[in-house]
């Protein structure tokens, strides 16, 4: 098990950047899959973008809306997965989470962080 905390969001204009942080209570070094997700008002929430551990290589997948505009990434030694937002667009709106998958004695369970505001005006 591990507590996920968010940091990072707020007000920004369009075309703005923002960097969210992911700082989890524990080592993530063993953690496979984390990731960011959001949800606006009225939506279902969303992938927004992943980072997934195969041995010692890290792979990412993004939705295509974020595709070229954010980045995840992830630091073992501060705990802590980022997503840098550029040209950020007022859809890009909504509360965003983080997620961590851990597998644990056949059963694959799923964290998640308060989340935090992001809010891009026009």
């Known amino acids: 098990q591990v507590q996920l905390v968010e940091s990072g969001g707020g007000l920004v204009q369009a075309g703005g950047s923002l960097r969210l942080s992911c700082k989890a209570s524990r080592s993530i070094f063993s953690i496979n899959g984390m990731g960011w997700y959001r949800q606006a008002p009225g939506k279902q929430r969303e992938l927004v973008a992943r980072?997934?551990?195969?041995?010692?290589?890290?792979?990412?997948n993004y939705a295509d809306s974020v595709k070229g505009r954010f980045t995840i990434s992830r630091d073992n030694a501060e705990n802590t997965v980022y997503l840098q937002m550029n040209s950020l667009k007022p859809e890009d709106t909504g509360v965003y989470y983080c997620?961590?998958?851990?597998?644990?004695?056949?059963?694959?369970?799923?964290?998640w962080g308060q989340g935090t505001q992001v809010t891009v005006s026009s």
């Open positions: 980072i997934t551990s195969s041995g010692i290589l890290y792979y990412t």
């Open positions: 997620n961590a998958n851990i597998l644990s004695s056949g059963v694959r369970d799923d964290y």
